[in-house]
């Protein structure tokens, strides 16, 4: 059993999580120059920045959901593997 991660998973991920601060941050700057005070500002741009980051930046967020698919498929597999072999069933057990 080896808990090797798809190696894009961390970089994807971690692209992804900077891509939705960066955006919070630009909708809070933008309404900060306007005004607004910056602790307002800052919950707007969560609150406007979540379903935005959802829409702009698709292709990443498709990316890292196909990462941890399989990730957990083969957290799945090795899981039931474990379990087969546990009950001693033969179908578990290396030749």
Known sequence: ??????????????????????????I????????VPLLVALLIGLVVGLPL???LFRPL?????????KRNEKRARARAE????????AAGQPE
């Open 1 to 26: 059993m080896s808990d090797e991660k798809p190696p894009q998973l961390a970089r994807d991920l971690t692209l992804y999580l900077l891509a939705r601060f960066v955006l919070v941050g630009v």
């Open 28 to 35: 809070a700057w933008a309404l900060s120059l306007t005004g």
């Open 53 to 55: 980051g959802l829409l």
């Open 61 to 69: 967020n498709a990316r890292v959901t196909a990462g941890l698919a």
């Open 82 to 89: 474990l379990r087969a072999q546990l009950r001693g069933d």
